[in-house]
């Protein structure tokens, strides 16, 4: 075979796996799209929420303190897929020096790697691909510490990717309010309430959690695929330009092979 040949036929697979990653790279993109809508209606629900607790704790900010015993949990929001890049090797370096009494990996990619997360790694979930998965990997979440609060009292932090602010947050979930209590403005009148306000904030946390944790996997997944379609741009660039390299030097390759083919033809008409 020649080496034109050769090449032609490394140029026609490095085609193909353009196009693959070109299709993938598409995908992110549309994701990123209606991610982007999710998070902001999700986004307006938690600020809903907090409002209203906001309101309910400035007359009652006994409910709102901290359990001296609880045991600090952390969260760690991966990638479920690859093609991200550093993704899931900045969440690792991110809480290296943290301390916590235990950790929850999501996402399989980053799961193959907690060997080297921390020895506090007490439950592993698969992490979501697409928006429409995200429900679903949430009440699994929640099962988990379900099982984890009928033991002890829980103090939850989630570490994620956030895109918008071009870092990796770290969000204080369980118990809620603090921040947005600290910066409370007092209002005149009390919540009318149907329930005991205990029951009230009880059925408000449990609201915000499953608000508040759709939000974040939404940004991070969000996060996820900006960085998918920022590496797989890198992919395909760097193919294009190796296939127009390789275009380049067939020709050349050929050139050659046809002068060689024309100087054989013409030896041998010498003779005649």
Known sequence: MSLSHELQLHIAQLTEIRSI??????????????????KTMQGQAVTNIESAALDFLDFYPGLAGVDDHAVHVCILLGAERGFCGDFNESLIDAI???????????????????????????A????????????????????TLSALHAKAPLQLSIVYHDNALHQISQRQVLPPFLRQHEQ????????????????????????????????IFYISLMAENHSRLQHLEGAVN???????????????????EITEEIEVILLNAEPL
Do not use: W
């Not at 790279?25 to 799209?33: G, T, V």
């Not at 992490?127 to 699994?140: L, Q």
């Open 238 to 256: 760097h193919l294009d330009d190796k296939t127009v390299k390789l275009q380049r030097k067939s020709q050349i390759y050929r050139q050659e």
């Open 96 to 122: 290296a020096n943290k301390a916590y009494s235990g950790v929850i990996v999501i996402g399989s990619r980053l799961c193959n790697r907690q060997e080297n997360i921390a020895d506090e790694v007490i």
């Open 184 to 215: 409370s403005v007092h209002y005149g009148n009390p919540p009318v309430l149907n329930l005991e306000p205990g029951e009230f904030f009880a059925g408000l946390i449990d609201h915000y959690l499953f608000a508040v944790l759709h939000e």
């Open 21 to 38: 990653l070109n299709a993938m790279k598409n995908l992110a993109f549309m994701e990123i799209h209606k991610l982007q809508r999710y």
């Open 124 to 143: 592993t979930l698969e992490g979501a691909n697409v928006a429409e998965e995200v429900p679903t990997i949430i009440n699994r979440l929640i099962n």
